[in-house]
């Protein structure tokens, strides 16, 4: 669709504003250089983030310097495991970041860690959209990137997890169906490994996708039940609630006792492993989220399967489905989630102009977030952005637009939080235990009592 010439003007004057914005309050409370560093229209900013891959992070730019040529925008791909050990230094030298990803809560990249390298947006997004501008933006990615009232990053959408993603190819070629309970997925890893395919894999050696598949556990034993226990409102070990969990760690090792889990499951990692794993066509299933909508498009689906080492890949089918009712409540189809990333704009460039300009063009602007929700990585931060299906080109639309259409609702009316209320502590809990009961080396019960100490701690 094209734009006006008018409106792109408006839009960018709008935007313009709201970096000045940033400028008189830098200046006001003594801020670096005394305003906004540079100009807010031109410039080379860099940008590290852990997320969106190179190809879509690409796709963003080109749609940002359509309206603003004259700012160069670099993204450089931090892998998510070191990020937090290369950021910290980065943010105090002179040659780091312009602009980084933070994240919500205890996942890498958190607000509460590196809140203080950044300014506060709050004065750019209100000018851009307004005083109502916290009813136009989803709540979760404007709460969980909050410190003590700094606005720390802006969202550019949101991510969501609970359940996993299918070949829908292989299972085709194997005459199966998607399980709903553990005696069905059992029964479909049976029939995939006598036919010399593997039927699930996860990298159990990266504990975020673990703690992933745990909450998508509890999430079928009792909705909302994990969250309220990592706050203290509900009990790991006492109770009713302390017998749930316990019913849900009994799961979580039902997974490995039978098989569903890929032997050596926890000597891998989810990236690059269970995911090469899957696109090299090895495996049928996987525990990925909202962040894997973006492979069922062309593009990006055949970059993977050239990452994963698979020669003149054609398009693979992928499709989401609701993790199976292994509790047999009939609780399926929850899913949970935070911001993916935040902007930050850093305390110390000297770009911060352009580097507020990207920033809120990105999260808060009509046409940045028509950008994010067309790559299919993100649920838009804007409310009302949907992704434009009819200018994305799906493996087969026939088979997926409809299904990934109602997903993205599904996905967008989700409530309960993946990582926001997870103290860095507890997830340091949740890593040091999940896969140890995983392999047997520790009772539920231990780990049970671990998480409740830390929780008591706090």
């Not at 780091?96 to 860690?113: K, L, Q």
């Not at 080492?309 to 899913?335: C, K, R, W, Y």
């Not at 949907?386 to 996905?411: C, G, H, M, N, R």
Request: a negative charge; one cysteine or more; aromatic letters at 8%.
């Amino acid at each position: 669709m094209r734009t006006s010439t008018t409106t792109v003007l408006a839009r960018r004057a709008g935007i313009i504003a709201a970096v000045a914005a940033v400028g008189l309050l830098a200046g006001a409370c003594g801020g670096p250089g005394g305003g906004a560093e540079g100009s807010a229209t031109e410039g080379s900013v860099t940008w590290w983030g852990w997320t969106p891959d190179a190809a879509n992070a690409a796709k963003l730019i080109a749609a940002f310097n359509e309206e603003y040529p004259d700012i160069e925008v670099t993204f450089v791909s931090r892998p998510i495991d070191s990020y937090d050990s290369v950021l910290s230094p980065a943010l105090t030298s002179s040659d780091g970041p312009d602009i980084f990803n933070v994240a919500p809560g205890s996942a890498n990249g958190g607000v509460e860690t590196f809140g203080a390298g950044a300014i506060d947006l709050t004065p750019a997004v209100q000018e851009a959209l307004g005083d109502g501008w916290r009813d136009q933006l989803a709540e979760i990615g404007v709460e969980g990137l909050t410190v003590d009232d700094k606005l720390v990053g802006l969202s550019a959408g949101a991510v969501y997890s609970g359940n996993l993603w299918i070949n829908q190819d292989l299972f085709d070629e194997f005459g199966q169906k998607p399980p709903t309970t553990l005696e069905e997925w059992t029964s479909v890893c049976a029939a995939f490994e006598a036919g010399g395919k593997g039927c699930f894999v996860q990298g159990a050696g990266q504990h975020a996708f673990n703690m992933d598949t745990f909450e998508a556990i509890m999430e079928n034993v009792e909705p909302g039940l994990y969250q309220k226990a990592s706050l203290g409102e509900a009990s790991y070990t006492d109770g009713e609630s302390g017998a749930k969990f316990a019913e849900g760690l009994a799961i979580w090792k039902s997974l490995f006792d039978e098989g569903v889990m890929q032997p050596g499951a926890t000597g891998l990692q989810q990236y690059p492993d269970a995911n090469n794993e899957f696109f090299a066509g090895n495996y049928a299933m996987v525990m990925m989220g909202s962040w894997y909508t973006q492979y069922a498009v062309v593009d990006s689906n055949i970059a993977a399967q050239e990452a994963a080492g698979v020669s003149n890949p054609q398009p693979m089918t992928i499709l989401p489905i609701d993790f199976p009712d292994l509790a047999g409540t009939g609780d399926v189809g929850n899913m949970f989630g935070d911001a993916d990333y935040g902007l930050a704009v850093s305390a110390r460039s000297t770009n911060q102009a352009a580097a507020t300009t990207f920033a809120v063009w990105l999260a808060t602007s009509q046409a940045g977030q028509q950008a994010v929700a067309n790559t299919l990585n993100n649920i838009p931060a804007l409310n009302g952005v949907t992704p434009a299906w009819d200018q994305i080109e799906l493996a087969d639309a026939q088979v997926q637009a409809d299904v990934l259409s109602a997903y993205t609702e599904q996905a967008a009316s989700a409530t309960q939080p993946r990582f926001a209320t997870v103290s860095a502590e507890l997830n340091s809990g949740f890593r040091d235990t999940l896969g140890e009961v995983a392999e047997g080396r520790m009772s539920g019960a231990d780990a049970q009592a671990h998480w409740q100490s830390i929780v008591d701690a706090q």
